[in-house]
């Protein structure tokens, strides 16, 4: 049958062709758009990258002026009577024309009242020539009486700026808001309106409130009743951008927006427009193309400047750009004929290789069905395994009670009456029979660990007494803080379920003892409507990752295995903030009846502490 349909496929090559064709057309057109579209996306990254590079530099550029704003500030709230040559040296030790060249002046504006106006204007007239001004030519601008003043007091450089001193800055009542709210928060504001400049032409200024030093600041009124004025920064817009778009293409379109008051006469107060402050294109774009546009803020507090990037396309592509979308539509055509046609080659080799894996997949399945089997079977003798291994446990553990148990208190009641006998008369065989004794007691101290060992005495008298025994020996061996939580002293379980859960308490401790350095062990033991449940819990280092399956490892493997034996479930987790959990949970086998507990037998003299004392 497979031959018959190789046959009829070579018998219609037009039809296959023609189906070629237009697959290979169609991923052509395709791989087009996709490369067309990643040369367009990696233009938009290298555009994105270059304008969040120039926003990084005019980020920086603008927080050293405010880093000199803050320290001006800096320098007059730690000296109170600053004088105008200390503020002149300080200024010129800045060598803004080299370090700062965007900052244009330095000033400092003392607040005052109208009750202090008088005294403030004979200050400043008996100051003045000092900073080369005629003090006749002084006077506060604009003309007016107003309930407080912020006027313009020192100022750097000295020489293009003698016409400022005496500005009042609150006269705008927008300044006044900004310099209110900057006096109020402590912060750095910017009044967004343009500033005429000498050397730079046009600019923008940036204030910071003083406050007189000592004097608490927490609350706006400490503030408030703190003020004394503010210094400020003059900056030429033009030459914070200088050099930013070097290393650009020359189509980079960059405008600096920002809000700025929009006093109209007549019209309210405190509105603010958008306003161009920098425009290295004097507004002029390539309409005739698509452009990738950004707009990103640059970091002035209290005023939304915004630095708008724009560039065409075509200014960003190279010529390998331009025609690679080309080349990958051809290439991508021809490679997909090419391909479709090797397909119509190998269809019947393909066809034959799929029957091949039918094949072969049946055979795995059954072999999985096999294993399968083969692991109930294991399964069923490692239980059955498990089982007599108790019970040789046991019968071993009675045997040497009652076998070597009775010889050893034999042997131990001849040497005590030995010792007895020989105290007043035999000094020298007393010591040696008491010597003998204590042999004899060691002897069977260790049998007893031993039967202990192998199987518990105390396993029969209840699964609760068995875990209450096990929880004081780990204690007293390790030091161990323990917690024991049982619902009820009696656990209504089967021997060997109790003997499972024993186990597993046993080797989760010796873990805990070996590996976890806890301090802390919580064990809780519950018996529900269907199964028992069993979880120990410590506070030590947990587990790592890999560790449950460590190579060499078989303690949990063991635990793991017993539970599934029985039926039941087992898990180990991490416990948050530290610690390992151990949860154990076993059906009930058949009868939930509980086990009696029988009575000592005169043979357990094994466990009588008096007795070895």
């Known amino acids: 049958m497979l031959k018959t349909l190789h046959w009829t496929r070579l018998a219609a090559p037009k039809k296959s062709q023609l189906l070629g064709l237009a697959l290979s057309l169609g991923i052509g057109a395709g791989l087009y758009l996709v490369t067309d579209g ?125 016409n400022r001193y005496g500005m009042d800055l609150q006269a705008r009542p927008t300044v006044a808001l900004t310099l209110a709210n900057s006096r109020d928060t402590g912060q750095l504001s910017t009044s967004g309106t343009r500033v005429k400049l000498h050397a730079a032409g046009s600019g923008l200024a940036m204030r910071m409130p003083v406050y007189r030093p000592g004097l608490p600041l927490k609350t706006t009124a400490d503030r408030r009743a703190a003020y004394v004025g503010s210094v400020g920064i003059g900056f030429g817009v033009e030459r914070l951008v200088h050099g930013v778009l070097d290393g650009m293409p020359e189509g980079m379109h960059l405008v600096i927006t920002g809000m700025s008051p929009d006093e109209q006469p007549g019209g309210p107060r405190g509105v603010y427009r958008r306003m161009v402050f920098f425009d290295n294109m004097s507004g002029k774009r390539t309409a005739s193309e698509p ?38 539509m051809l290439v991508g055509a021809l490679g997909s004929f090419l391909l479709f046609t090797l397909y119509q080659t190998l269809s019947s080799s393909r066809e034959h290789a799929m029957a091949l894996a039918r094949e072969m997949t049946q055979e795995l399945r059954a072999s999985e069905s096999r294993l399968q089997q083969t692991n109930e079977r294991l399964r069923r003798l490692a239980a059955h395994a498990e089982n007599i291994k108790e019970i040789e446990r046991k019968r071993i553990a009675r045997e040497i009670h009652d076998d070597l148990g009775q010889n050893l208190l034999a042997l131990r009641i001849e040497a005590d009456q030995l010792a007895a006998r020989t105290a007043d008369n035999h000094p020298r065989l007393h010591a040696r029979a008491r010597l003998t004794r204590d042999q004899i007691d060691a002897t ?86 269907d199964h028992v449940a069993m979880s120990v819990t410590d506070n030590g280092v947990g587990i790592q990752a890999g560790g449950r399956h460590k190579s060499g490892s078989f303690g949990l493997v063991g635990v793991e295995e017993r539970i599934k034996i029985l039926g039941g479930s087992f898990e180990v987790s991490n416990v948050p903030g530290g610690g390992t959990r151990v949860q154990v949970s076993i059906p009930f086998e058949g009868s939930s009846t509980v086990m009696p507990r029988p009575a000592l037998p005169d043979a357990e003299w094994l466990d009588d502490p008096q007795l070895i004392a």
């Open 291 to 328: 452009a990738f546009e950004l707009q990103l803020p640059i970091g002035v507090q209290n005023r939304d400047w915004i630095a708008v990037f724009s560039m065409s396309r075509s200014q960003l592509n190279s010529d390998l750009d331009n025609w690679l979308p080309l080349a990958a």
């Open 444 to 529: 069977i101290r260790s049998v007893r660990q031993i039967i202990n060992d192998l199987r518990p005495n105390v396993l029969d008298l209840g699964l609760g007494a068995a875990v209450d025994w096990q929880i004081a020996e780990f204690r007293r061996r390790t030091g161990v803080t323990c917690e024991l939580i049982m619902e009820s002293d009696e656990i209504p379980v089967s021997d060997r379920c109790a003997t499972a859960l024993f186990r597993i308490l046993q080797e989760s401790l010796t873990n805990i003892s070996r590996h976890a350095y806890a301090s802390h062990v919580r064990v809780e033991l519950s018996c529900k409507t």
């Open 38 to 162: 990643a040369i367009e996306q990696d233009a938009q990254e290298r555009f994105t990258t270059m304008a969040h590079n120039a926003q990084a530099t005019l980020n920086g550029r603008v927080k050293s002026y405010a880093d000199v704003l803050r320290g001006a500030a800096s320098l007059f709230g730690t000296t109170p009577e600053l004088t105008r040559e200390q503020f002149h040296r300080y200024v010129t030790g800045l060598d803004l024309e080299t370090e700062f060249p965007g900052i244009e002046t330095v000033n400092f504006a003392r607040r005052f009242t109208d009750a202090e106006r008088a005294a403030f204007e004979a200050g400043m007239r008996s100051e003045l020539p000092e900073a080369g001004v005629d003090p006749g030519s002084f006077r506060i601008f604009p003309p007016g009486r107003r309930s407080e003043y912020t006027v313009l007091t020192y100022i750097e450089p000295r020489d293009p700026w003698t």
